[in-house]
């Protein structure tokens, strides 16, 4: 079914078979990539063939194991041990993928990784469970300074991005003439529309868009 060592099924559907990140942007040749909870690396995997430069970030070792050992000796791929956040400091954390105890990891700002990759951002990519806040809430107006598209994850449970902040920024976004987005449930299906009669329906979507140059 696959050629992944410490293979996550769940993972591998989203990316592979219900294409969840590039149903309405799509990552093209040559592409700057930026992919925030990369994970075991399945997104680069699927792009790779478009001859991108790319740079995952990852809290999870465990993660960040599993995908050096599938890149199989490919060293074209940037890969950063780090957690996002809104500050710097060191975090605990709980891999989800791993049954292994909790292990510390840095956290750094969005405003920390745009200084050091210091370029556009060509795809954005991210999964970061919640601190999505850090990127469309904290430090919205340099997200649009510095990328072009984008798809990810919203997670509308837990304290550190409640669901009334993401209304917000969802609905600032929206009347924000610079920038386009979709929505979409994580089966695939187009909820632009739809979401907005029944926002309390869902715990999490997909968020995919541009922003206009």
């Known amino acids: 079914m696959n050629k992944f060592e410490n293979f996550d099924e769940c993972t591998y559907a989203e990316i592979f078979e219900l294409n969840q990140y590039e149903k309405f942007m799509q990552v093209e040749k040559g592409d700057f990539v930026l992919d925030l909870g990369c994970s075991k690396g399945y997104f680069y995997f699927k792009t790779k063939n478009k001859d991108i430069n790319y740079i995952g970030i990852d809290g999870s070792l465990d993660c ?22 809104d500050s710097r400091s060191i975090k605990s954390f709980s891999s989800m993928f791993h049954d292994n105890k909790t292990q510390l ?5 969005f405003e920390d990784i745009i200084n050091i990759i210091n370029r556009k951002i060509d795809f954005l990519k991210f999964d970061i469970e919640g601190y999505e806040k850090s990127l469309l809430k904290t430090n919205y107006d340099l997200f649009k300074k510095t990328v072009h ?15 009334e902040e993401v ?15 979709k929505l979409y449930s994580l089966d695939g299906v187009d909820i632009t529309d739809y979401f907005w009669t ?8 997909i968020i995919s868009g541009y922003v206009k140059q």
């Open 198 to 205: 029944n926002p309390s329906y869902y715990t999490e979507i």
């Open 64 to 85: 960040i194991n599993d995908f050096l050992t599938n890149l199989n000796g490919d060293t074209k791929p940037k890969i950063l041990h780090a957690l996002i956040e």
């Open 105 to 109: 990891c840095l956290s750094i700002t």
């Open 149 to 163: 598209k984008f798809s990810g994850e919203i997670h509308f449970l837990g304290t550190h991005f409640p669901r």
């Open 167 to 181: 209304m917000l920024v969802l609905s600032e976004m929206k009347n924000d003439s610079n920038l386009v987005y």
